[in-house]
């Protein structure tokens, strides 16, 4: 499978909109959280090229180098989650003529389904990572790059709420009721903790003049 990495935006975009099974929603999740952490890095680049500026820049650059690792990590999950999904359809295809491939295919759809729900649920815990970045970018930033700061803050909450999506799809299906119990709890916890993080750098934004 081909690195949608290295996809132009529009091979990239006609790969989503292709009747493939993968890249999927949760692709798309991961390139959004993605994008919203360039914007971010973007904004915390400018504020710290402004030299005259340093006020509190120690903070501002440990910011920019836990969001600096974040993006490849939200980049490499748009390929995972295409890899998972695809081992999901490849489980689900095999054989079960007699009982030893049933229970062969059985264990197979288990794995599968635990790996393609796995990766969705490190999008969010990424993302909500960068959330918790964005209200130290969003109180440094120049009045010219307010407006990104608040299109990545936005953008990486839709990415958690469109990978906790793709999780509540996939634990319909799980047959683990312990692992989708904990998966579940983890889920709502990092959706509620993405969204103070995100209420808090907007508030922020709207509360700088000048």
Not at 152 to 169: K, N
């Given at each position: 499978?081909?690195?949608?990495?290295?996809?132009?935006?529009?091979?990239?975009?006609?790969?989503?909109?292709?009747?493939?099974?993968?890249?999927?929603?949760?692709?798309?999740?991961?390139?959004?959280?993605?994008?919203?952490?360039?914007?971010?890095?973007?904004?915390?680049?400018?504020?710290?090229?402004?030299?005259?500026?340093?006020?509190?820049?120690?903070?501002?650059?440990?910011?920019?180098?836990?969001?600096?690792?974040?993006?490849?990590?939200?980049?490499?999950?748009?390929?995972?989650?295409?890899?998972?999904?695809?081992?999901?359809?490849?489980?689900?295809?095999?054989?079960?003529?007699?009982?030893?491939?049933?229970?062969?295919?059985?264990?197979?759809?288990?794995?599968?389904?635990?790996?393609?729900?796995?990766?969705?649920?490190?999008?969010?815990?990424?993302?909500?990572?960068?959330?918790?970045?964005?209200?130290?970018?969003?109180?440094?930033?120049?009045?010219?790059?307010?407006?990104?700061?608040?299109v990545a803050i936005e953008l990486l909450r839709s990415a958690v709420r469109s990978a906790g999506l793709t999780?509540?799809?996939?634990?319909?299906?799980?047959?683990?009721?312990?692992?989708?119990?904990?998966?579940?709890?983890?889920?709502?916890?990092?959706?509620?903790?993405?969204?103070?993080?995100?209420?808090?750098?907007?508030?922020?934004?709207?509360?700088?003049?000048?």
């Amino acid at each position: 499978m081909r690195s949608y990495s290295n996809f132009s935006v529009r091979d990239l975009l006609d790969a989503f909109s292709s009747t493939a099974p993968a890249p999927g929603g949760g692709g798309a999740a991961a390139l959004t959280g993605a994008i919203g952490v360039s914007l971010l890095l973007m904004a915390a680049g400018i504020r710290a090229s402004r030299s005259s500026e340093s006020t509190d820049s120690m903070e501002l650059a440990d910011a920019t180098d836990r969001l600096r690792s974040l993006r490849p990590a939200l980049a490499a999950l748009v390929d995972r989650d295409a890899e998972a999904y695809t081992s999901v359809i490849a489980a689900l295809r095999m054989p079960a003529t007699n009982d030893e491939e049933a229970e062969g295919r059985r264990a197979a759809v288990a794995s599968a389904m635990h790996a393609a729900t796995d990766v969705p649920l490190e999008m969010m815990r990424a993302c909500r990572r960068a959330l918790r970045e964005a209200p130290i970018v969003a109180a440094h930033s120049i009045r010219s790059t307010r407006g990104d700061v608040g299109v990545a803050i936005e953008l990486l909450r839709s990415a958690v709420r469109s990978a906790g999506l793709t999780i509540d799809a996939n634990i319909a299906s799980l047959k683990d009721a312990g692992y989708a119990g904990v998966v579940s709890e983890e889920r709502q916890r990092l959706d509620a903790e993405s969204a103070a993080d995100a209420e808090h750098g907007l508030s922020l934004l709207s509360g700088k003049s000048g």
